[in-house]
């Protein structure tokens, strides 16, 4: 699908999600189901409107940015929708990070606000002051501190804005993905990507209708629970349930029986901890479901089977990526081919490449590069990365991948070390370092290791300074200063104390080395 044939040259995303909800008819109709109230699709027009004049007033204006530090609440959709709407630029960002990270962020975008939901305040409070080009604050959700309150300030806004003349190839917000290296990469989104992912993958692979009520694990401020629970349902007029805490494997079972959803979002390692519950089937219902989607890592056969078995639903594997925006290559529900990661969803092409960049025989692995109108139009500031990234119409997404005979496609891992766990990046190299942060190690290397999911997880082997006196109990103290430094996630589940480690004659690390 490419946007320049369907859509207008002047065109604002909000409208398409969010007001031609209220054209057909559904002012009135749930959108959303958030803790214990229901925002109706003329309640997110209203949030909307609201909240970007409340931004406005606050001197944001068209191609601003504004970012985004908010948990899946009614915070999020305002401030998400107002600022498209305005023409400014949203920035969600991972919750789960830590107040360096939200530094960065805030002074490689430039942002002019912040919206911060008041219980990630205390992690990111202390980093506000030193952000360069930052001028406002917004807190919801609970006690501002020194900051504005959105509450107030949005309640006290109009509820009517006309939508800024912005085009269909503007850019419409940011996410930011990370790299084995460097800082994390601002991915440029355009005001036509949602649009293209909407009528692609979420209309023709899920099939996705204004009766369907979803329901994601996956967060908002990932690519993929943004277009799951965010823009998919608004682009059909369905329903979505917001769930802001951590999404343990007993809150989504009881979110799923309470909200009763048709579509779940999920990734891998959610669906072996649901399946590691004790009798879910007994204290749980889940046969409102109709398809469960997994991605952010590749689903093992054995979990897609054992889930089947279990639930009497499919999980349908896809995978997508930050750049791309949301899923490209998937299985199709009904003809799932498990441990494969399907075909190509209609409107995007894929295929297999040499480092050079030509086509490898087929069966071959090679460098996956995917064409579609969702994509990215560059990394902000990241001119290299751009170029090494994108290849005209094509992008090369990092992954290795073969074709079977019947055009299925089958993950083969990454080109570089990164690592997903969880479905959430996790740079060896920044765990490593982390590690020779500790006064008793000398030098760390971080691999992925299978679990007996086979699923991948982070594991260090250290050299210690003085091997003869270490404490016991020490594997636990440098998980736990892992844990204490950066994003909790990325501490290593296994440390292998070894003498030294694989290094290439110029001193690198062989990572490759240590992997089995
Ligand atoms: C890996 C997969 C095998 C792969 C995402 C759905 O995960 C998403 O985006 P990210 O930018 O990561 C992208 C990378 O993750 N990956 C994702 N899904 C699969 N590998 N099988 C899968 N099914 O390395 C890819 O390059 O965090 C997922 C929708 C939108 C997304 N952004």
């Known amino acids: 699908m490419n946007a320049s044939e369907t859509l207008p040259t002047q065109f ?32 997110v027009r209203d949030l909307a409107n609201r909240t970007g004049n409340a931004l406005l007033e ?50 490689d975008s430039r942002a002019r606000v912040a919206v911060v939901s008041a219980p990630l305040l205390a992690e990111a409070g202390p980093m506000l002051p030193q952000a360069t080009h930052l001028r406002h604050v917004l807190v919801a959700g609970g006690p501002p501190g020194a900051y504005l309150s959105w509450e107030d300030r949005v309640a006290k806004a109009s509820a009517t804005l006309a939508p800024a003349s912005t085009s269909r190839d503007d850019a419409a917000f ?11 990469k601002g991915a440029v989104h355009l005001h036509h990507d949602m ?5 692609t993958y979420a209309k023709q692979v899920l099939g996705l209708r204004a009766t369907d009520r979803v329901y994601s694990a996956a967060k908002l401020f990932f690519a993929y629970g943004l277009g799951n629970a965010g823009y998919f349902p608004m682009g059909v007029g369905a329903q979505s349930v917001l769930y802001p805490h951590r999404p343990t494997p007993e809150g989504v079972f009881e979110v799923i029986s309470r909200h009763r959803p048709t579509i779940f979002f999920g990734v891998p390692t959610l669906y072996a901890a649901m399946l590691a519950a004790k009798e879910p089937e007994t204290r749980y219902d889940l046969s409102s479901l109709r398809v469960c989607v997994s991605a952010g890592e590749a689903l093992p056969a054995e979990i897609y089977k054992r889930w089947r078995d279990r639930f009497g639903v499919e999980i349908v594997d896809g995978i997508g990526t930050t750049e791309i925006l949301h899923i490209f290559l998937s299985n199709r529900p009904g003809s799932a081919r498990p441990g494969s990661s399907g075909l190509p969803v209609p409107g995007y092409a894929a295929c297999i ?14 460098n996956l590069r995917v064409k579609g109108d969702s994509t990215m139009a560059f990394y902000w500031n990241k001119h290299e990365k751009t170029k090494e990234t994108l290849f005209g119409s094509w992008i090369q997404t990092g992954d290795k991948y073969y074709q079977d005979e019947d055009g299925y496609f089958w993950y083969c891992g990454r080109s570089d070390d990164m690592l997903k766990v969880g479905g959430i990046w996790v740079s060896p190299v920044e765990v490593e370092a982390t590690l020779v942060g500790h006064p008793a190690v000398l ?47 990325k501490y290593p589940r296994w440390i292998e104390f070894v003498a030294e480690l694989p290094k290439t004659a110029t001193g690198k690390i062989q990572r490759f080395k240590l992997r089995d």
């Open 12 to 43: 604002n995303v909000a409208t398409y999600f969010v007001d031609r909800n209220l054209e057909e008819g559904r002012a009135s109709a749930p959108a959303f189901f958030y803790e214990d109230r229901t925002l109706t699709y003329g309640d």
């Open 58 to 107: 606050l001197g944001v204006e068209m191609e601003d940015r504004v970012l985004m530090l908010c948990l899946d609440a009614p915070e999020f959709l305002g401030t998400f929708w107002g600022a498209i709407r305005i023409g400014a630029v949203p920035i969600p960002v991972n919750t789960l990070m830590r107040g360096a990270d939200y530094l960065y962020f805030l002074n």
């Open 443 to 489: 030098e760390a290397a971080v691999v992925g290791k299978e679990d007996t999911d086979s699923l991948v997880k982070p594991k260090a082997f250290v050299v210690l300074k003085e091997p003869a006196s270490a404490a016991p109990g020490l594997a636990d103290e440098l998980k736990a200063f892992v844990k204490d430094k950066i994003a909790p996630y």
């Open 195 to 199: 649009v293209v992912s909407t009528e």
């Open 353 to 366: 490449v040499d480092d050079a960049g030509l086509p490898v025989p087929r069966g071959e692995i090679g």
């Open 174 to 184: 940011w996410l930011y993905s990370s790299g084995s290296t460097g800082f994390p």
